[in-house]
């Protein structure tokens, strides 16, 4: 697509200096940073502005997904001319969007996964799997003050989740706490937003449920 002027927001007053704006998009990075994209703004975008650029998969998906988020400075404005300076910040990939009309962050350690996947112990820590398909999630063996998050964003009763503990670990929930038994956010119930935090507090024996939505099982 090309530039579209109903994403393009001023977020800070540069009185007689530079102004700041946000701007986000589903065109790659280099098509954004190629001369004259910006042109329609012209009497707009002035010499020195600054754009905070967010690069999504799609827009208006939900959620929407960063592909990357970086700032460029307007270096040449004039009549159907405009260029600019990039390549000044770049910032995390990754981040999960949502509401598609003000592109809120939801939170900036989140992850958009719809297969299976293996938890690590220090780089997943503190994390949150935002799931769109049916997704088996395999935990590492417990280490204290580990800790994640798992929110089912797919559709009412779409999505399978299941959390599937080491071996010798369990996952104590409504009573129980047995090794090897999966939590289980099942198809037939499952709600968009139902979610479930799991964490070691003080232990090495099982996984806790810190905060929990929605109807979830043991196996």
Known sequence: MAFDNDYLARTGD???GAAEFAYKTDDGKATV??????????????????????????????????????????????????????????QDTGVVLAGNVTGRVLDSEAVLKATTYTVSITADSGKTF????????????????????????????DTLLTIAPAAVDAISYKGTSVDD??????????????????A???????WQVADVAGLWVKE
């Open 130 to 157: 935002y799931i769109t398909a049916d997704t088996v999630f395999t935990l590492p063996s417990i280490a204290t003050g580990a800790n994640y998050t798992f929110v089912n964003w797919a559709a009412d009763g």
């Open 200 to 206: 070691s507090f003080d232990g090495t024996d099982h």
């Open 33 to 90: 940073d190629a001369a004259n994209y910006f042109a329609d703004t012209w009497g707009k975008l002035r010499v020195g502005d600054s754009i905070a650029v967010t690069v999504v998969a799609t827009l208006g998906a939900d959620p929407e997904v960063v592909v990357t988020s970086y700032t460029l400075v307007i270096l040449t404005s004039t009549r159907n001319a405009v260029t600019v300076i990039t390549g000044l910040e770049t």
């Open 14 to 16: 540069g009185g007689l």
């Open 181 to 198: 038994k999966d939590l289980i956010l099942t198809k037939a119930t499952s709600i968009k937003g139902d979610r479930v935090t799991l």
